[in-house]
């Protein structure tokens, strides 16, 4: 079964940077879309960035020219660099991973999931 960890959340001012880092065992997919998601209290889970395994990437608009989802495939491991960060970002973030290549940002396009880390922004 697959295992996803996630890691670098914490508390920032606006206009600070974090960088979450999500680490994955047990996936041998030959292709595949990750994927980071985020939760604010009250409001429903919304994708943030995908990348695949073409190296294609999607972002949301609400992200877009500050946020940039990377990854290292030989330790398995996906990156969030988040700068620029404003209070609307403040929310639980997820990793997910999918063995289909979609790039897709719905949550239920996306079969593993991590637990979640924390990213508080403050003004």
């Known amino acids: 079964q697959v295992q996803l960890v996630e890691s670098g959340g914490g508390s920032v001012q606006a206009g600070g940077s974090l960088r979450l880092s999500c680490v994955a065992s047990g996936y041998t997919y030959p292709t595949y879309s990750v994927a980071w998601f985020r939760q604010a209290p009250g409001k429903e889970r919304e994708g943030v960035a995908a990348i695949n395994g073409y190296g294609s990437i999607k972002y949301a608009d609400s992200v877009k020219g500050r946020f940039t989802i990377s990854q290292e495939n030989a330790k398995n491991t996906l990156f969030l660099q988040m700068n620029s960060l404003k209070p609307e970002d403040t929310a639980m973030y997820y990793c997910?991973?999918?063995?289909?290549?979609?790039?897709?940002?719905?949550?239920?396009?996306?079969?593993?999931w991590g637990q979640g880390t924390q990213v508080t922004v403050s003004s």
């Open positions: 997910a991973a999918d063995q289909r290549s979609w790039l897709l940002l719905n949550t239920d396009s996306y079969n593993d």
